[in-house]
């Protein structure tokens, strides 16, 4: 059982925790006179036996629920009540629960002043079927406008549960809705305006009254959160019916003038701003300020909501931005532990866009750095590593260390985390940084936080050289002690690494010897490895003596996998072109490639005869690989849940779409002779997506062709197209040629999308031919019998204007990813150009960046593609441009400026491996 | 952003010891993600025992675990949780408690401790029922939410006391009394 305690009550809970028994004792509800006190007790139990985690079968539940109903015959409102809880709780699992309808009717009409009337409406939804709604539509409006709050919050909280199933009749309460939105029933028991005829009404109803139930007024206005609720539901597909909405109830500039006194529902209207103003930029301003007006509102619970969405808008105007700030700051003094975890929650996701309007908080978030609440105390030091400046930054790892011991680990590897991207922030600040990550590491803790530091530690590796001998040495520590396998070899491998760069790689090779002796079979293979390269790596012939008298005591081991490394490092000692093949290369199969290759061999059993070609497949630099998988630094998502989720778009790297390109194109004979695709545009549509016919086209540069594949798709059911093929047609002279055109023997709705290719020979493959083509889809178009689904005999002749096809600059660029000052740096002697435009069309920085990424399909380098300033801003661009006497590498700078009167100016500097790369991205922009 | 009136994800009361005094989690048709992980009552008491973990000790309040937000409040021997998805607004869900632990606060006359509860659960029960319906926040009046859950009556059955009864409840006495008397000597 579930429930199980120790302590003196379990006589109690034993009791209460018996299904069988409660089943047998259900016999109560059939004695005859009902013992409303026991029949509650029992219900109680059941309810409770639910809330433990026990559960009934379909017929228990059945037999319990039925046995409930009896119990109707009964008036006494204190079990009643119970009912009506039991047979919410029960209407899932139990069969035939429509039966009771008419029973939960009676109690649910407006002359019975009993206190389970709201109990009555909101088990109603549970029962019922949606089609049964409609029957129940003249009782709901009603009661959505009862003067009772309870009732009226009932009926539209039972509206609300009926909507997903019920959507065309919940739609027609919208009125209904409305009125209880604007309602002001709770106001008139008090004030002093109640009218005369609503407290007859109240008096009458009293005077019916049969169970002494006295409604206590509420004071909260709840019924408007969920008429709210209930209104945004139906009308959330009409965008102008919610701005409208959100207009009349958001009571002016100030906020004041709104009939909308729930802070909850408050909360809700300012979440619906939030949606519409992400959606439509046009209200953008209108409502900001209505959001402005929230932050001044008297409840904390709206203004804490106002700062929220406004920390969460995109490029929100600073000075709303620092307003919403300060709300924040206020609440971080709040004595509510709430207060302060909401407020500092917000202020560290915004830490990670707008590091420096945070910072005014500072001095409020440090005296948080003690608070009782540790999540608190967490979230504003990572916000402060974030936003603090390089000279707080020993104090502040002083106050880190004295707290990380207790917190928990998830908390420990937020702070990590955030000393993490602080070092890169800071390199100067390494040593105070690493000894604190040395230091953790040597604390108790799970797996998932010593690996944060063991990357953190890594990453400084890689990108601080200055801490390079430090951290390593550090980590040789840690390997001596470390419980976790996972961990010990992938440090065994940086030390392989990274080690015989070292002065004096002679040091760790006793750290990595004792795992050979000390520890289990897979460390000591990684050990064995990260061995070998210290000798394969090294000069010094006394190191390389060494290091095989170490292999070959290794080739004793029990564990077969360490002695095969072993003996197949000793062989590379003897034979220096194995080791320079498997240790010392430097470049790796590009493995999207080599992945897809494997696949279509693997599927195509003739193949197997042959052994598996490697040598086609692509290589590229670890350095390159490595940027290929990075993904963006956990840092980022992890630890800032109130962000929104991040959904990673599925964007395949170039490198992938390429991948699964080259495998279509190997299917086609005629491009056999081809040779490699050098590069394939992204699919660009030709044609509506509504239309019949759907035409996309992705364009391929080979060495001397360009090959066009149009995938064509026929959406209509009844039809095959016969002799599909596209006619293009050259709108300007160029240097291509036209070879041939693959048709589509037959393309039916079934068969869609199928593909066309049209080829062209490059006349003089150095240049970079370009132009645009006005392309017509040609067919015969056939019925098809239904009957027999076969074509017709007779079809007809038909057109279809596509769209026109541009070849231009951005299809012989593969955008790639490089780091730009040194490569800039690494140009300077190469091929350059550079030329000044004037771009008078474009309104903002941010649209000419978006439009010369788009033409030159290159890569945007470290976040230039958004302008941080509306008036200066330097784009960085890489790419590798390809041609037939192979690809080379093509870096552009672009400088720009923007001004009201001329648009954007652009300096335009390119430096590239090829002459010809210069002139085709100059000539890009400049046409 | 949660655009529904749906933000109660489970309102879960333990003890002191990490048990289930009673726990109730809100399906969310519409948002099955809000309950991933919490579909079974196995996941469930694993979700309550890292809970209780990090709840055990009074003073914080709110807290983020498991990717959701947890509001609590003490209360003697016992911890009242409730439980909502990760970016909703921290006071909702913390006037949403309060108004039910003032409210269990007036129904159980101070008294809020396990036993009381276990004795008094149909009030409990009723309090939540009126405070949260299916996930969705009813009622954050603590006087409201108390004086709609009603008490259990005597039966009408039971036994009437009035002037006559008394006296013969007197006679009763009187009568044994003289006969143990009487035995006595």
């Known amino acids: 059982m579930a429930f199980a305690s120790k302590k003196d009550d379990e006589g109690l809970s034993a009791y209460y925790n018996n299904k069988t028994t409660v089943i047998q004792e259900a016999r109560v509800f059939n004695d005859s006179p009902i013992s409303p006190r026991k029949c509650r007790a029992l219900l109680t139990r059941i309810v409770h036996l639910l809330y433990v985690g026990e559960s009934f079968s379909a017929q228990e539940a059945t037999t319990l629920f039925f046995g409930t109903t009896k119990l109707f015959q009964h008036k006494d409102s204190a079990l009643r009540q119970m009912v009506y809880l039991t047979i919410k709780e029960l209407a899932g699992t139990a069969e035939d629960v429509i039966m009771v309808t008419s029973s939960i009717m009676k109690d649910m009409q407006p002359n019975s002043e009993v206190i389970y009337r709201p109990n009555s409406i909101r088990a109603l939804c549970r029962i019922i079927d949606p089609s049964m709604a409609q029957g129940f539509e003249r009782f709901f409006k009603a009661a959505i406008v009862d003067k009772t709050p309870s009732i009226s919050s009932a009926a539209l909280v039972s509206s609300y549960h009926l909507f997903p199933n019920a959507k065309d009749v919940v739609k027609r309460w919208a009125n209904e809705a409305q009125e209880a939105v604007n309602s002001k029933s709770s106001t008139s028991l008090f004030g002093s305006s109640a009218s005369g005829g609503y407290l007859t009404a109240w008096g009458g109803s009293a005077g019916q009254q049969t169970s002494g139930y006295q409604a206590v007024p509420s004071t909260s206005y709840i019924t408007q959160y969920h008429a709210l609720g209930l209104l945004y539901l139906i009308r959330q597909q009409d965008r102008m019916a919610i701005t409208k909405m959100i207009q009349q109830l958001g009571g002016g500039k100030t906020g004041a003038g709104t009939t909308l006194k729930n802070p909850m529902a408050l909360c809700m209207l300012i979440r619906y701003a939030a949606k519409v103003l992400e959606e439509d930029p046009n209200v953008q301003k209108q409502m900001l300020d209505l959001l402005d007006g929230w932050l001044k509102h008297k409840s904390d619970m709206v203004n804490l909501e106002a700062a929220r969405v406004i920390c969460e808008i995109k490029n929100v105007p600073t000075f709303q931005l620092m307003r919403a700030i300060g709300v924040l700051q206020l609440f971080l003094s709040s004595p509510k532990a709430t207060l302060r975890f909401a407020a500092t929650r917000i202020l560290a996701a915004l830490a990670v866009t707008h590091p420096s309007n945070v910072a005014s908080v500072n001095v409020d978030l440090e005296n948080l750095i003690g608070d009782a609440n540790r999540s608190v105390a967490t979230y504003a030091i990572t916000t402060l590593l974030k936003t603090g400046n390089e000279a707080s930054v020993d104090r502040l790892m002083k106050q880190i260390s004295g707290f990380m011991s207790d917190i928990s680990d998830e908390f420990k590897v937020i702070v990590v985390d955030a000393i993490r991207s602080l070092c890169l922030k800071f390199p100067d600040k390494h040593a105070a940084m690493l000894s604190f990550l040395s230091g953790v590491l040597r604390d108790e803790g799970g797996y998932d936080f010593k690996r944060a530091v063991v990357e953190a530690i890594f990453e400084m590796v890689k990108f601080i050289s200055a801490c390079k001998e430090q951290a390593l040495s550090h980590l040789c520590e840690f390997i001596e002690d470390c419980e976790f396998t996972k961990l010990s070899v992938r440090i065994l491998h940086l030390l392989g690494i990274e080690g015989p760069k070292a002065p004096q790689p002679t040091k760790y090779i006793r750290f990595i010897y004792n795992r050979v002796v000390l520890e289990n079979a897979t460390v000591r293979a990684a050990a064995v490895g990260s061995l070998a390269k210290f000798g394969l790596n090294s000069n010094d012939s006394g190191l390389k003596k060494s290091i095989n008298t170490l292999l070959n005591r290794c080739l004793d081991d029990v564990d077969d996998e360490v002695r095969d490394r072993a003996a197949m490092y000793l062989r590379m000692f003897k034979e220096c072109l194995l080791a320079d093949a498997y240790v010392k290369e430097e470049s790796v199969f590009s493995l999207d490639v080599l992945e897809s290759k494997l696949v279509s061999y693997v599927n195509d059993p003739s193949a197997s005869a042959t052994p598996f070609d490697a040598s086609s497949i692509p290589k590229i630099s670890r350095a390159q690989a490595a940027a290929d998988s990075a993904r963006p630094s956990s840092l980022e998502t992890v630890g800032f849940p109130s962000k929104k989720e991040v959904t990673p778009t599925p964007q395949l790297s170039a490198v992938e779409t390429q991948s699964a390109f080259i495998q279509q194109l190997k299917e086609v004979p005629e491009l056999a002779t081809y040779g490699e695709v050098l590069g394939s545009s992204k699919p660009a549509q030709l044609t509506e997506s509504e239309t019949e016919y759907q035409v996309t086209c992705v364009k391929h540069i080979f060495a001397e062709h360009v090959v066009f594949q149009f995938n064509v798709s026929n959406t209509i059911p009844d039809t095959v197209l016969e002799q599909v093929a596209v006619v293009m047609q050259l709108s300007a002279e160029t240097s291509l040629t036209e070879d041939f055109i693959i048709p589509l023997p037959s393309l039916s709705a079934a068969t869609s999308p199928g593909i066309v290719y049209v080829s062209f020979t490059r006349d003089s493959p150095e240049e970079y031919a370009s132009g645009s083509f006005q392309c017509v889809l040609k067919f015969v178009s056939k019925e098809v019998d239904p009957s027999t689904g076969e074509p017709e005999e007779d079809g007809y002749e038909d057109e279809y204007q596509l769209e026109e096809v541009e070849l231009g600059a951005g299809d012989y660029i593969i955008p790639t990813y490089v780091t730009f000052s040194s490569e800039w740096d690494r140009l300077r002697g190469g091929a350059s150009a550079t030329e000044t435009f004037s771009l008078s069309a474009m309104e903002s920085l941010k649209a000419a960046c978006d439009s010369i990424i788009e033409i030159l399909n290159m890569q945007a380098l470290g976040g230039t593609e958004d302008p941080a300033s509306t008036t200066v801003h330097t784009l960085q661009l890489a790419g590798m441009v390809v041609g037939a006497g192979g690809s080379g590498k093509a870096l552009v700078r672009c400088r720009m400026t923007h001004s009201k009167t001329q648009g954007v100016t652009l300096e335009l500097s390119v430096r590239a491996e090829k002459e010809g790369a210069c002139g085709l991205i100059v000539s890009a922009i400049g046409g | ?185």
């Open chain 2, 1 to 185: 952003m949660n655009l529904t009136l749906y933000s109660i994800t489970a309102f879960i009361i333990l003890d002191t010891d990490g048990n289930r005094v009673l726990s109730k989690y809100y399906r969310q048709e519409n948002n099955p993600s809000a309950t991933k992980g919490l579909a079974n009552p196995k996941e469930q008491r694993a979700f309550e025992k890292g809970l209780w973990q990090k709840t055990k000790k009074s003073g914080g309040d709110i807290i983020l675990y498991d990717g959701r937000l947890a509001v609590y409040k003490h209360s003697l021997d016992l911890i009242f949780h409730l439980i909502a998805n990760q970016d909703e607004n921290e006071l909702m869900i913390s006037t949403a408690l309060s108004a039910f632990s003032d409210a269990i606060h007036m129904l159980l006359r101070n008294q809020v401790e396990k036993r009381a509860v276990l004795e008094n659960l149909d009030l409990v029960l009723l309090c939540l029922d009126e405070t949260i319906d299916e996930g969705i926040i009813v009622e954050t009046d603590p006087t409201t939410i108390a004086s709609r859950v009603s008490r259990p009556r005597a039966d009408t059955s039971e036994i009437v006391i009035n002037e006559q009864t008394i006296l013969s409840a007197y006679q009763t006495v009187k009568e044994k009394m003289t006969q143990r008397i009487a035995a006595g000597f």
